[in-house]
């Protein structure tokens, strides 16, 4: 078969082909270079967290006030909601309900943030979760997820958790 015979009798289907595999290499490029977007601002994020000096000194002051003999749940009470205590663990937990929100959105890359800070987020949550029933049960109000709207108690029942009463 010649060159010419070659390309009348199959050139449309190479052509077709030609498409399909260009169509598929630029998804792969689009893929990737979503994936290297949010892992670079996920490395930001992760940065701007451990250079920013206010977020430190919150942060110092935060681990000061798990290692005090006052449990952080006082500071939930309706008269300390105003005290620089709680608004140095709501700030913490401000920067963890952001951080949540950036991941449930695709916007930062799980895998890379936990590798780096999942101990103390998970410090953190467990800390502070009778903060935050303290903060519920002051203002009457339950903090639900967004996204499928459970509390906190409910996802703590779903990974089987134990839960002591405030």
Same mark, same amino acid.
């Given at each position: 078969?010649?060159?010419?015979?070659?390309?009348?009798?199959?050139?449309?289907?190479?052509?077709?082909?030609?498409?399909?595999?260009?169509?598929?290499?630029?998804?792969?490029?689009?893929?990737?270079?979503?994936?290297?977007?949010?892992?670079?601002? /996920?490395?930001?994020?992760?940065?701007?967290?451990?250079?920013?000096?206010?977020?430190?000194?919150?942060?110092?002051?935060?681990?000061?006030? *798990?290692?005090?003999?006052?449990?952080?749940?006082?500071?939930?009470?309706?008269?300390?909601?105003?005290?620089?205590?709680?608004?140095?663990?709501? *700030?913490?937990?401000?920067?963890?309900?952001?951080?949540?929100?950036?991941?449930?959105?695709?916007?930062?890359?799980?895998?890379?943030?936990?590798?780096?800070?999942?101990?103390?987020?998970?410090?953190?949550?467990?800390?502070?979760?009778?903060?935050?029933?303290?903060?519920?049960?002051?203002?009457?109000?339950?903090?639900?997820?967004?996204?499928?709207?459970?509390?906190?108690?409910?996802?703590?029942? /779903?990974?089987?958790?134990?839960?002591?009463?405030?």
């Amino acid at each position: 078969m010649d060159l010419i015979t070659f390309w009348t009798t199959y050139g449309s289907a190479v052509a077709n082909g030609a498409v399909v595999l260009s169509a598929i290499a630029a998804f792969a490029v689009i893929y990737s270079a979503r994936g290297m977007a949010r892992r670079q601002g /996920t490395l930001e994020l992760i940065m701007r967290i451990e250079s920013d000096r206010e977020l430190i000194d919150a942060r110092a002051k935060y681990i000061d006030l *798990k290692a005090s003999a006052t449990k952080l749940e006082t500071y939930g009470a309706v008269t300390e909601r105003k005290s620089d205590q709680a608004k140095t663990i709501r *700030k913490i937990l401000n920067i963890h309900e952001l951080t949540a929100v950036a991941i449930q959105e695709g916007v930062i890359d799980e895998r890379v943030f936990r590798r780096w800070f999942n101990k103390a987020y998970t410090d953190d949550h467990t800390t502070c979760q009778r903060y935050i029933e303290a903060v519920q049960k002051a203002t009457g109000k339950s903090a639900t997820l967004d996204g499928d709207g459970r509390t906190f108690a409910e996802v703590a029942a /779903t990974r089987g958790q134990a839960q002591e009463g405030p």
